[in-house]
């Protein structure tokens, strides 16, 4: 029954994917200026003769290494915790009705729910939703898999997460799921932590096949967090209701500060306003992208980013997005298992 029932939704989401003009799941129509169907790409003739497609041959011919395997493999903990937020969120589903069998039979997240978003949100939340579907089957097809962990994406997850950003607990407790700004707030906490993993894993992979996955990935990953961030951005000096005089930008100068705090690894955090001699070049306070002072990316290890994701400050302590621990040999190494 339940393979039936998703192979129903498939089908059902397949067709209004074909179809610009009908609704998605959800009720959410979309645009039917769509544009039509591209005709494949014809030859054309040139005096240079046919053009050449491939990229040069890697200087080292080895596809995946043995050593890459478990790096990549982590970063899998932080793919399936935005697919299921950002599905959930646009779709009111997950991966167990969308991609079944890309779960590996890991456990359904906790507390994911759909969220009340405008139009414009929905859409970019849908699409970035349907892009982590696609890089969780491509680092599968790479370096294998492995399950779900156990992911808490309740409301009350965010809302201690954003009391212990501010230091007392906020009145009414935060709830990513009930606004536009909320959702996009809470979007702030996660997705660049998966930027800083991938910066910090390019240097210890040498597979040519890895490292053109780690760049794909750690592109898009890095256009969603920029995409966020520049939503916030416009934003910026907006009250957050129903918090008082707290600001969009202070929301994200907090959760920053609180990353920075967990991960104990000094600044690798800025949110949207920073001081001048913190901005780019030292010339401007604006900060619409993190970056360091020579505006690169920051890098974070696997150990890192579990101190940050558990909440506790310790990768042997899980907690937070993960109350069983992520998965893979180096999550569970820190578990002594």
Not at 102 to 121: C, E, F, H, M, Y
Not at 229 to 238: A, I, P, Q, T, V
């Amino acid at each position: 029954m339940a393979y039936c029932a998703s192979a129903s939704f498939m089908l059902v989401l397949l067709l209004q994917l074909s179809s610009c003009s009908e609704a998605l799941p959800g009720g959410h129509p979309v645009n039917p200026t769509c544009p039509p169907e591209w005709p494949p790409a014809a030859a054309t003739s040139s005096d240079y003769g046919q053009p050449s497609c491939q990229p040069p041959a890697p200087h080292i011919p080895v596809a995946v290494f043995p050593y890459d395997v478990d790096p990549v493999q982590f970063a899998l903990n932080l793919e399936y915790t935005e697919a299921e937020f950002f599905l959930h969120a646009a779709y009111g589903v997950g991966l167990d009705e969308i991609a079944p069998k890309l779960a590996l039979g890991g456990p359904p997240p906790v507390g994911a729910r759909k969220a009340n978003l405008d139009q414009v949100t929905w859409r970019i939340v849908a699409e970035f939703g349907l892009q982590e579907v696609g890089h969780i089957r491509a680092i599968q097809r790479t370096v294998g898999g492995i399950p779900r962990p156990l992911i808490d994406l309740s409301a009350h997850n965010f809302a201690r997460i954003m009391d212990e950003a501010f230091g007392y607990h906020l009145n009414p407790p935060f709830d990513p799921y009930i606004n536009s700004l909320n959702f996009l707030l809470a979007s702030y906490v996660v997705p660049y932590l998966g930027l800083n993993g991938y910066v910090g894993t390019n240097p210890i992979i040498d597979g040519y096949e890895t490292k053109k996955l780690l760049a794909g990935l750690l592109g898009v990953e890095a256009q969603q967090d920029a995409v966020f961030r520049g939503l916030l951005f416009e934003r910026l000096g907006e009250v957050v209701p129903p918090y008082g005089n707290i600001t969009v930008a202070e929301f994200t100068d907090r959760v920053s500060a609180l990353r920075n705090r967990l991960g104990r690894c000094g600044v690798k955090d800025e949110g949207l306003t920073v001081p001048r001699e913190l901005g780019a070049e030292g010339a401007i306070c604006t900060n619409v992208l993190s970056a360091d002072r020579d505006s690169l990316s920051y890098a974070r290890t696997p150990a890192e980013l579990l101190r940050i994701l558990y909440r506790t400050g310790d990768e042997h302590m899980p907690g937070g997005f993960y109350p069983e621990g992520a998965n893979g040999r180096i999550a569970r190494s820190f578990l002594g298992k």
